[in-house]
């Protein structure tokens, strides 16, 4: 079974620079999941998809931050502008449904801005 | 407070040795728990549940005291193989019950 795919692995951009981050989750996969992961720290939950539809979006800086999924598979990330402090990894996470105890990670974005 | 606390480490044992960690999490509300493991620049991944009876898979050992918000994770006879970043996992507030990730214990396991 293939697992989460995330692209680009890699970016490197100036800051007030724009990236987008394209996430594709398991198949079959109702929920899907972007966190931030900042050097020594935790995942922290950005946003959480159910199909099409945003469940909770509470810690996404959305003056500079969006993300959608509109046909309920795949997904984009964008940040506009880019700030130094949005050097991080984002990692896609998916499950079969909300609430559920297991979740699948992709293999993450690295982002550093300069 | 952070909703889930640990001790950030570094931890580095010798091969062979038994090492624990431990989480404290601060939504009394919270029912399910977890370890995640992450190497080196590589994506977490679940190495087990934790439940209220306590559990064990081989040389892992999960607890859970729900009056104190306290999880421990127990290694005996650590593995090179062993060295990553441990990171307790609890399921959040809100009617999603998402995750929410400590910042993880560094674990190096030396020849």
């Known amino acids: 079974e293939a697992g989460v795919a995330q692209s680009p692995r890699y970016k490197i951009i100036e800051k007030r620079q724009s990236v987008a981050f394209w996430c594709n989750p398991i198949?079959?996969?109702?929920?899907l999941y972007w966190y931030q992961q900042i050097l020594g720290q935790g995942p922290k939950l950005l946003i959480q998809f159910q199909n099409n539809g945003v469940v909770d979006d509470s810690q996404l800086p959305k003056d500079r931050f969006s993300a959608e999924r509109l046909k309920g598979v795949d997904s984009t990330l964008k940040i506009q502008p880019a700030k130094l402090e949005d050097s991080a990894v984002y990692l896609c996470?998916?499950?079969?449904?909300?609430?559920?105890?297991?979740?699948?990670f992709g293999e993450g974005s690295w982002l550093t801005v300069v | 407070r952070k909703e889930v606390e640990q001790d950030p480490g570094p931890f580095n044992v010798p091969e062979g040795a038994t090492v624990a960690f431990n989480c404290t999490y601060s939504?009394?509300?919270?029912?399910?728990f977890f370890w995640y493991r992450q190497d080196c620049r590589k994506e977490p991944k679940l190495l087990m549940s934790?439940?209220?009876s306590g559990n064990e898979d081989g040389r892992f050992t999960a607890q859970l005291n729900r009056a104190s918000q306290y999880i421990s994770l127990l290694i005996r006879d650590s593995k090179l193989s062993d060295s990553a970043t441990y990171l307790c996992?609890?399921?959040?507030?809100?009617?999603?019950?998402?995750?929410?990730f400590g910042s993880g214990t560094q674990l190096t396991v030396l020849p």
């Open positions: 934790v439940y209220s």
């Open positions: 198949s079959g996969h109702a929920t």
């Open positions: 996992v609890v399921n959040g507030k809100g009617s999603a019950r998402q995750l929410t």
């Open positions: 939504n009394s509300a919270s029912q399910s």
């Open positions: 996470a998916s499950s079969l449904r909300q609430g559920t105890n297991t979740i699948y």
